[in-house]
């Protein structure tokens, strides 16, 4: 009778007598394949997280000349959006909801402003002493409005030129440096 044989320990020398066990091409050129998307994947991460500035990390994300998305220094969006609500962090543990829209602008005045997208979407917004606007906004005007939502109540927090994300600017300045009124 001969005794069961101990299998052999994960690393351990192969005993005299028995066929190594080998990968086969097959697995070999698998394993490679999945070793090179791994490394491209990676790449191309560190390479968008270390962009040396907006315009390459705009490029990336399909930016001015490659696609679709706005970078800015409140995030991304998309740069066709006709209008949106999204949910942001207050800073105080908390979150609010923000309203997005590009559209004509059918009424204004010191209190209000109408706007009414390509799709029809029409939305009326209350103008603060806390609004930013880009230059003197007018009816008939093309412009993108960003607003915090509370209840049925919109508050424009910022009025411009579409395309130019202000969330998250300094105060009383948009992102390309002209003065907000």
Known sequence: MTEPTKPAEWGA?????????TWS???????????????????AAIWAGTAAN???RGAMMGGPGGGRVLMGPGGAMTRDALHGDF????????????????????????????LTSKDGYKQVYTIDASTMKTG???AGETVMVTAKVTGNTATATTIGKPGQNQRGGPPGQGQDGQRRY
Request: charged letters at 25%; aromatic letters at 2%; a negative charge.
């Open 87 to 114: 949910v942001v962090s207050d800073g105080k543990g908390g979150y609010s909801t923000e309203r997005m829209q590009t559209g004509e602008i059918t009424e204004i005045s010191a209190t209000s402003v109408s």
């Open 54 to 56: 907006g315009a390459e």
């Open 136 to 138: 003197e906004p007018k």
């Open 13 to 21: 020398p192969v005993p005299e007598g028995e066929p190594k066990k």
């Open 25 to 43: 091409g097959r697995k070999t050129a698998i394993a490679a394949g999945v070793a090179v998307v791994i490394a491209a994947g990676g790449g």
